[in-house]
């Protein structure tokens, strides 16, 4: 390492992280140094498929609109396993979907509320089902195939689409 990293995170022009008080020379460098991997990273982008970008949802709009409907599909599948979570969280994150603590507290990127149903759904359960299976081993997906037998097209709809979700950037000027 020489102080310095290349991001990239679909939707989102590339970020090149510097020290503080780095030269240009030292800045060209770095590029130079990312160049070949930057570019095929940016071969692999591909095209935005789902439309978000017209949307005019804000931040706080699909905090309420997420919290309200992850929380009954958590609640009515917590009762149908038989187990309870500590709390229940929405975030906003860039990379991550969901998450269970070993105290039992969910969270949740609000951000899923611009997935489809069954995408959100599926999400959810996968976190109830952690609350009696910490881990992703085989008894994991054996209770997940049991509640929904049919989530592994929600997954490969997240490993397909997701990416635009994550980049949905909300607008910042709420509307009247
Ligand atoms: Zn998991």
Redesign the pocket.
């Known amino acids: 390492m020489r102080g310095h990293r290349m991001v990239v995170r679909y939707g989102l022009p590339p970020e090149l992280v510097v020290r503080p008080r780095a030269t240009s020379a030292q800045i060209d460098e770095a590029i130079d140094f990312h160049r070949s991997w930057l570019e095929q990273q940016l071969a692999k982008v591909v095209e935005p498929r789902l439309g978000l970008e017209r949307l005019r949802l804000t931040e706080e709009q699909g905090r309420i609109e997420a919290r309200a409907r992850i929380s009954l599909l958590a609640q009515s599948e917590a009762a149908a396993l038989g187990v309870t979570y500590s709390r229940l969280t929405m975030r906003n994150q860039r990379s991550r979907w969901g998450s269970c603590s070993s105290t039992g507290a969910l969270s949740f990127n609000w951000r899923l509320v611009l997935a489809p149903h069954d995408v959100l759904d599926y999400v959810v359960v996968?976190?109830v089902c952690?609350l009696v299976e910490l881990n992703?081993g085989p008894a994991f997906w054996r209770l997940v195939e049991k509640r929904r037998p049919d989530y592994a097209e929600s997954k490969q709809w997240l490993d397909d689409h997701g990416w635009e979700i994550l980049a949905y950037q909300p607008p910042t000027v709420t509307l009247s």
């Open positions: 996968h976190e952690h992703h």
